[in-house]
């Protein structure tokens, strides 16, 4: 059974920092893309930043040169440093992993359970 793991979220003053962590578990699996979504209230999803297996990295405009997103393919494992941090950052964060299973065969987006945001003084 495959799993995402979040860790990291939690309250920060404008202009701190937090770092989100998120780890794919399970038998025989092999990740290619991975990346991070956001949510806020009344909000539409949107993607924040994805990078491939290879550490090629995209980020939606508006946290360019703030966030950086990495991973470490030994473990599976996907970050999201977040710099500088604006109140229109709040949001409910989540991972997802393409993820290939051996048993069953198969490729599909497993996401992660969500961690909360929130920028505020």
């Known amino acids: 059974q495959v799993q995402l793991v979040e860790s990291g979220g939690g309250l920060v003053q404008p202009g701190g920092s937090l770092r989100l962590s998120c780890a794919a578990s399970?038998?025989?699996?092999?990740?290619?893309?991975m990346g991070w979504y956001r949510q806020a209230p009344g909000e539409e999803r949107e993607l924040v930043a994805s990078i491939t297996s290879g550490g090629t990295t995209n980020y939606v405009n508006s946290v360019k040169g703030r966030f950086t997103i990495s991973r470490d393919n030994a473990k599976n494992t996907v970050y999201l440093q977040m710099n500088s941090l604006k109140p229109e950052d709040t949001a409910v964060y989540y991972c997802?992993?393409?993820?290939?299973?051996?048993?069953?065969?198969?490729?599909?987006?497993?996401w992660g359970q969500g961690t909360q945001v929130t920028v505020s003084s």
């Open positions: 399970g038998s025989s699996i092999s990740v290619s893309g």
């Open positions: 997802y992993a393409r993820i290939l299973t051996q048993v069953p065969y198969s490729r599909s987006d497993y």
